[in-house]
């Protein structure tokens, strides 16, 4: 008899997603929900000052978005220069559509200064992190919006999900997108136009398998709106409508449950900080994230502190910046939940790892010498690390000693003590039978 032949199921998972879902996110460049009849107390203060900021437009203005429109300026759209000036510019119903900073700054009225930077050093969100009693790593890469105070995770949070370019991963903030919250805060001089338009330029060279070669479809609400401006008789079709969620009431409802759960907060909860305290407070000059009148707490010394802890002493004329680039690899601007993950967060860290202060502390201190087994080396951006000194018969030896490694060592070394351990349960010993 011959065998019966055995039925495969069919298999269940989605291969063919529309193209809408690979290429856009609904949730990314939505419009934000600022509580217009007051009826959360505990956001008040920030739902107000937000309303009275310069990013409230680009944040709050709501209009129709074509898929059509959107899809064809994206596959079209290039770099160029005109006039000595640089633009991405995209062609749709033939047509030439133009982005620069300075048409985003004029269409969302942005108020921003042309010669302001598009970036805050590194020890300067530090220090304005742990000011406003942040308790995530301030050393990582992103952290998350969970551990902030609720009315500041609030305004990061409009920022991830109205202004910045991620896809995914809304839970997270990377580095650039934390000092825009800082410039905010801070009154610092900062250009949201640049901010956005470098994003845009990022795009350019962003795709993937899922996307065909195709670019992603990020800013959709931003680009209509210029286009809108420049080109109001464009077609457009009821069906042809791109999604793009809105925040609503029962939106800051679930913000608030899951706040509250996540921070505890002093009661009363302690007062705002510097612009979102007072409309006419004058940003700290240079790098630093308060005034020396300030009558708040020092964060200095427990900055330096902490850096000490996880970098060693430092030379005060390391103080410089983190300046490895922008982490958006990881943040969400490609095709999935990419910046999800906050692993191997301390390379992003070391750069900025600089001291704040004591001139009489030296690297080379006999103080600072390393543990037994251990020596200093030099890494690929000039910080003194600590490495494991190596040894030929060392099976285990790690080439430096930083904490994705220790962690991948340390994955390897459970991942032994588990085998060994379902094979000694697996294994027993047959008793003689006569």
Known sequence: MAPKEKKCKAATKKTNKAEEQIMSEKRHNMVTYLDPDGKFSELKEITQWIRESQINKAITFSTPVYKSIIKEFWNSASVIEVDGTE???GRVNEVNVNVSPDILNTV???QDDPNAPYSIPIMCTRGCLLRMKCTADIFSSQINKGDLPMRYKFLLHVLIQCICNRRAGYDMAGKDHVG????????KSFSISKFVYAKMKENMKRTCGCTTGNKFWIFPRFLQMIMNVQHPDLPKADDDILKIDTMIEHSLKIFRGIAVKRYKESKPPRRLICA????DYVA????IWRHNDSQSDDEEPKLKKMMED???????DSFDSDDDGDDEGGDGGDAGAVGESTAGASAAGTAGASSVGDDEEDTESDDNVP?????????ERGVKKVRKIRQEDDADYLPSDTEAEHLKKKQTATRRKKKERKYIGSSSVQQFVP
């Open 108 to 110: 969302l009225e942005l």
């Open 276 to 279: 979102l305290d007072k409309t």
């Open 371 to 379: 543990e037994p087994g251990y020596e200093f080396y030099l890494a």
């Open 180 to 187: 825009l919250m800082v410039a905010l805060v801070l009154n």
């Open 87 to 89: 633009l991405i510019q």
């Open 284 to 287: 700290p000059e240079d790098d």
């Open 310 to 316: 996880k970098f060693g002493r430092k030379d005060s």
